[in-house]
C-alpha cells in the first residue's frame, strides 16, 4: 500500500531540545511539505521539497530544518529555537508536474513543557 | 501574500440535512482542492477542482470551481454521523512555478442524529 508514514504519533520534550520528527512516502512523490497546525488554524507552511538535497522555506520556518537526503524521506528538526514548538505537524507529498494534490500522513503531536 | 476566508467557521446540523460551505479568495486560483480531517488525523483529500466553472462530485459531496477562480463551494447531502469533522479548502496558483498550496481555516462540522 502507497502512503505517507510519520513517526512518531505522539512525542513529549523538554524545553531546550532538539527533537526531529520522521516522515517517509512510498509514492514515488518528487515534492514533500512539512506543515505545523494550532487549534482553530489552517495549515501552515514551515518547509517544502520538490527535489533531492533542495528545500525551501515556507512562512513560518525560523526555529525549524529539515533535510532531503533521499527521495522517500524528509525529516523535521524542531530546534530549541523555536519559541512556540507545541503543535500537531502534518507532513505531505505530491508530485511537482501536474495537478498539485498534496497528500497528507496522520501526523505527529508534539507536546513540550 | 494570499487569503482564504472559509465559511461557516463551525455549524451544527441534524443527520439527513443538506450542508454548504465555501471559501474564498484575494487572488485567482488555477487549482481547487478540499479535506476532511478526523481529530487526531491528517487530511484527506475529497474533491480536486482544476478548471473555472467544474462542478465534480465523490459520492454525497459536490464541489464547484467558481467561475471567477477566486471562490470553491461544497455542498454535502443528506449528511450522516460519519461526516463530522473539519473541512478545508486549499487553493493554488502554479503560474509561477510555485506549487504551493493557500488553505482556509476550516469549517468544523457537526451532525446531531
Known amino acids: 500500500d502507497g502512503g505517507i508514514t510519520q513517526s512518531p504519533k505522539y512525542l513529549f520534550r523538554k524545553e531546550g531540545q532538539n527533537v526531529t520528527l520522521s516522515c517517509e512516502q512510498n509514492?514515488?512523490?518528487?515534492?514533500m511539505y512539512w506543515y505545523r497546525q494550532d487549534p482553530g488554524q489552517g495549515l501552515r507552511l514551515i518547509y517544502y521539497s520538490q527535489i533531492v538535497n533542495d528545500f525551501q522555506k515556507g512562512d513560518i520556518a525560523e526555529g525549524y530544518s529539515v533535510s532531503r537526503e533521499k527521495k522517500e524521506s524528509f525529516p523535521l528538526t524542531v530546534t530549541s529555537a523555536q519559541k512556540n514548538p507545541t503543535a500537531f505537524y502534518l507532513c505531505?507529498?505530491?508530485?511537482?508536474?501536474?495537478?498539485?494534490?498534496?497528500?497528507f500522513g496522520p501526523g505527529t503531536r508534539l507536546t513540550v513543557t | 501574500g494570499q487569503q482564504l476566508n472559509q465559511s461557516p467557521q463551525s455549524m451544527f446540523i441534524q443527520e439527513g440535512e443538506d450542508v454548504s460551505m465555501n471559501c474564498t479568495s484575494s487572488?485567482?486560483?488555477?487549482?481547487w482542492l478540499w479535506y476532511k480531517q478526523d481529530p487526531g488525523e491528517g487530511p484527506v483529500l475529497l474533491i480536486a477542482?482544476?478548471?473555472?466553472?467544474e462542478l465534480t462530485s465523490n459520492g454525497r459531496l459536490t464541489a464547484q470551481f467558481g467561475i471567477t477562480r477566486k471562490d470553491s463551494f461544497l455542498n454535502i447531502s443528506a449528511s450522516i454521523p460519519s461526516d463530522v469533522g473539519i473541512y478545508f479548502c486549499a487553493g493554488s496558483y502554479s503560474g509561477a512555478g510555485s506549487y504551493q498550496l493557500t488553505f482556509g481555516k476550516g469549517t468544523k462540522l457537526s451532525v446531531i442524529p
Open positions: 487572488s485567482i486560483f488555477n487549482t
Open positions: 477542482l482544476y478548471k473555472a466553472g
Open positions: 509514492l514515488n512523490h518528487d515534492a
Open positions: 505531505a507529498s505530491s508530485i511537482v508536474a501536474g495537478p498539485h494534490e498534496q497528500y
